[in-house]
């Protein structure tokens, strides 16, 4: 029981629990007290000693980090005593800084800088040779300079209580001491940029940003991160219209204070030089540049006379695009008569039914004790989901997982399970039977014949044990054939075992895609709009050649001579302009305003950080005029948060449809392809840094030595074009590519 | 990396704690790994013996970075941990140590030629009382002078 307690701050009654440290009622009541070690979302390391405070019957003054309160307390934190030991400290803090402020990029945003100013003296004592640390280079996001690091060991308890991978650590000792990781190899993990936010001086900054603009010459934009499920929340900080930097923004029940490395770096694919900035058509097979006005005309005449009949028209949108533009682009298909949308590519059965919903929250991730991860890799995915998964492990919770790969994620799986596409249903049935055996329920007809193994029985025992379980099912489903039937099943196993579940097979924007009905209620889906004789298509921020599941007969499609392709990208593309007749240049990440809807179905509206790039347009813009030009109704929008209150006051359609339950013919050996986390969009591609990260360089085909012989692959041999790697942490039957190359391949 | 004696030799120590606080044995494992290799430690045994006690490779390099017990480049046969604290430099160590570099003709770190011998400063050995002094395997010699010096040097083989 949590009970109140006073104590008196600089003469101030305020209150507190018992066991709660003193700068955090400090930090409560708005009262200032200078610190560099401490930060509340990690352990406390009383290192720096900064936040010396006078305590009434202390003999000497004690750090208010480490401190508890207690009932009737009477501290001074700006006393003379205080005082006095808070600008020793400085002092000391200062003897190795070096002065080079005017040359760092920490310069006017740093937390030394701020506190030497506001607690230190005004002139140095120090005349002695100050130490210098040799930098060892830590990968291609993260700028390190060591001498002006002050051993606050931030960047050590971040790796390893927050990122779970310990990378930095405090070597040598005394005078010598260093932060700095075992080999100069890089870090690995995928939350790494935050090392920079939580590092108090310059000695880790971003390396993109080094030397580009000072700190004081931008505009802090709130904005969010749009590349996953969770829609983190973000600065970006911009300079002369173009975003220089992203960092965090704090929202508690989202990102917490942090953000991945992917939506931290990925601005720089906007700002790539690969950007599409004027309008372009094709005529007689040549390419050229027009205005606005030419462009528009011409699409929407080949739209009226290509597609006669709306029938005949199909629309394909990326799954980052804004609710807005979704919502506008599916009421621009439907107006036209068309009910051929979808926007899941990726998926080889893109069946109606949306099978599995979110039902948990962020913050309630917290608080399970047992989480059930199949189909993904979790950590690479969907990194702040993951993050809260670890959080719970750190209390207790335990995993399991079914899945195509031993992953290698930042806590320990209890259980693993490695089972193949073509298995994955037997697996899940062999789960849910185990599970309806132990409550002894009767079994469903479809579950008979399906054999138990005792891996099945183990996780459904600790899922029965659980007391608040979660099953996540994750990206690899896309590509299974039997999707639908997996979804199901993951469905059925939550149900049988009282599971909260978390769907993040689909990422990005999908949430808003779902809300505003996206796919079609009769008409052809994502597949079947690239297999079937539609003549005109409106492509959404689409690149086939990675987004298509099957991206060779996608651009094979698209490049019939009947066929007339509008197409609005934001990047160039070389298959997209051999198949498309019109190119209208959209703005991209940032460049427009929108909402995006995150696995807790909050939406986060927010407004454009920069003007868009070249000629480009809004996509919302681009679709309004679109639609006037084709005299459709109902786009009298002139704000595009008018679009997004009318799109989230309708209510989505539920199409409630039965899922065939009778088994697909897979192949003996079937593909789960991946994408590293920095090839998942089109923005995130262009992003150079990130491509240069162990986890951007990422490509292989891992495939076990069984299932190699049967396939004639020997190591270093290419399988659709990803170098093979033999290794037995892969299920027997298929092949594991985490790349980030273009898809090679059919559907699985 | 590590061989089955010293394996064994590493169990006898994780068994003295609790299970899944293996890596408190990080300390002997090291003594261990670096007494099998002639002395010194290199990256791969550092990393075979975090792999061994299921530890962040950093972690071991912290402990080992942080303790003089361990080298990280190749010593001689002998190692002459020499103590340059209070106790020891009052009493003469500085020149101690530098007579000791003119007759090997080595810098502190470095090998003699012959490779029987290197030298090392280390902190305080708990030896005040006879100091300056400086251990040579397990051995302690203290109240140094040159003449013993060369007496010990002489005894080296």
């Known amino acids: ?748 | 990396m590590i061989s089955d004696q010293a394996k064994k030799e590493i169990n006898t120590w994780v068994a003295k704690y609790p299970e899944g606080k293996q890596s408190s044995a990080v300390m002997q494992a090291l003594t261990i790994v670096q007494k099998e290799n002639g002395g010194s430690l290199t990256n791969e045994l550092k990393q075979a013996v975090a792999d061994y006690l299921e530890m962040p490779t950093i972690s071991v390099q912290e402990v080992a970075t942080f303790y003089e017990n361990y080298n990280h480049k190749p010593v001689g046969k002998h190692v002459v941990r020499f103590c340059h604290n209070i106790s020891c430099m009052l009493n003469g160590s500085d020149e101690l140590i530098s007579y000791l570099e003119e007759k090997l003709d080595v810098k502190t770190g470095e090998i003699s030629k012959d490779g029987l011998v290197s030298v090392k400063r280390v902190e305080c050995l708990g030896a005040c009382v006879g100091g300056p002094m400086c251990q040579i395997g397990d051995q302690y010699y203290e109240k140094l002078t040159k003449k013993r010096i060369d007496e010990i040097l002489d005894g080296l083989k």
């Open chain 1, 1 to 748: 029981m949590m009970v109140d307690i006073e104590i008196e701050i600089d003469g101030k009654v305020v209150h507190g629990y018992p066991g709660e440290s003193l700068i955090s009622i400090a930090d409560r009541e708005g009262i200032d007290i200078p610190r560099f070690c401490y930060h509340k979302k990690l352990s406390v390391a009383a290192n720096c000693r900064m936040c010396l405070v006078d305590i009434e019957g202390n003999p000497t003054p004690q750090p208010a980090c480490s401190t508890l309160s207690s009932a009737g307390m009477k501290v001074h934190t700006n006393n003379e005593k205080a005082k006095t030991a808070q600008k020793a400290v400085m002092e000391f803090l200062l003897i190795n800084h070096p002065l080079d402020c005017p040359i760092c990029d920490q310069g006017g945003e740093c937390e030394l800088q701020d506190v030497a100013m506001e607690y230190g003296s005004d002139i140095s004592r120090f005349t002695e040779g100050k130490r210098i640390v040799d930098d060892k280079g830590i990968g291609a996001l993260i700028q390190t300079d060591m001498t002006r690091c002050i051993h606050c060991t931030r960047c050590v308890r971040f790796g390893a209580e927050v990122a779970g991978i310990v990378e930095m650590g405090a070597t040598g000792r005394g005078e010598d001491l260093k932060i700095e990781p075992f080999l100069s190899e890089g870090i690995q993990s995928e939350l790494s940029g935050n090392m920079i936010d939580v590092c108090p001086v310059g000695a880790l900054t971003s390396k993109p940003f080094r030397y580009d603009v000072r700190s004081w010459q931008m505009n802090s934009i709130q904005t969010i991160a749009r590349h996953d499920l969770v829609g983190s929340n973000i600065f970006t900080q911009t300079h002369k219209n173009k975003v220089k930097r992203v960092v965090a923004r704090d929202n508690e029940s989202i990102n917490e204070t942090w953000i991945s490395d992917r939506d931290r770096f990925s601005y720089q694919g906007v700002n790539n030089e690969n950007r599409v900035l004027i309008p372009k058509i094709k005529i007689e097979g040549e390419w050229q540049d027009t205005s606005w006005d030419d462009a528009l005309d011409f699409a929407t005449n080949g739209i009226k006379k290509h597609a006669k009949e709306g029938s005949q028209f199909g629309t394909l949108a990326s799954k980052n695009a804004t609710l807005e533009e979704l919502y506008l682009l599916q009421k621009f298909t439907r107006g036209l008569g068309s009910d051929n949308l979808d926007y899941r590519l990726d998926a080889s059965n893109p069946n109606n039914a949306k099978v599995l919903e979110s039902n948990i929250s962020l913050t309630e991730l917290e608080t399970i004790d047992h989480a059930l991860i199949v189909n993904s890799y979790l950590r690479l995915e969907q990194p702040m989901i993951n993050h809260r998964i670890r959080k719970a492990t750190l209390n207790g919770a335990s995993v399991s997982t079914i899945n195509a790969k031993a992953f290698d994620f930042n806590y320990r799986i209890s259980h693993s399970v490695l089972t193949s596409p073509q298995n994955t249903v037997a697996t899940l049935s062999g789960v849910l039977k185990a599970l309806h055996d132990k409550s002894s329920k009767t079994l469903p007809d479809y579950l008979n014949s399906v054999t138990v193994h005792e891996t099945h029985t183990d996780i459904a025992n600790v899922l029965l044990n659980a007391k608040n379980p979660v099953v996540v099912l994750g990206e690899h489903m896309n590509g299974n054939t039997c999707s639908d039937q997996v979804a199901k099943l993951v469905s059925e196993i939550a149900k049988a075992s009282d599971a909260k579940t978390i769907n993040a097979s689909l990422t990005g924007n999908t949430h808003s895609a779902e809300r505003v009905n996206f796919r079609p209620d009769n008409g052809k889906n994502a597949l079947q709009i690239l297999s079937s004789d539609l003549t005109a298509f409106a492509l959404f921020d689409v690149y086939p050649n990675f987004d298509c599941i099957d991206s060779k007969n996608a651009i094979e499609h698209l490049s019939r001579d009947d066929a007339f392709v509008v197409v609005m990208n934001s990047f160039d593309d070389e298959s997209v302009s051999s198949f498309a007749n019109v190119i209208l240049p959209i703005a991209s990440f940032y460049e427009t305003s929108g909402t995006h809807i995150n696995v807790d179905n909050i939406a986060q509206s927010y407004s454009a950080s920069v003007k868009s790039a070249g000629e480009s347009k809004p996509g919302w813009k681009v679709i309004k005029v679109l639609a006037d030009l084709l005299n459709l109704q109902g786009f009298d929008f002139t704000d595009s948060s008018q679009i997004a209150d009318e799109a989230l006051s309708l209510t989505p359609r539920i199409s409630e449809i039965e899922v065939p339950t009778s088994n697909s013919k897979m192949p003996n050996i079937t593909t789960v392809w991946q994408y590293t986390p920095y090839a998942s969009d089109v923005v995130v591609r262009h992003a150079s840094s990130l491509q240069q990260t162990q986890i951007g360089q990422m490509s292989e085909a891992s495939v076990c030595k069984a299932t190699a012989k049967l396939l004639k692959l020997s190591e270093g041999d290419l399988y659709k074009g990803v170098p093979v790697n033999i290794n037995e942490s892969v299920a027997e039957g298929c092949v594991f590519v985490h790349t980030n190359l273009p898809r090679q391949l059919g559907v699985v």
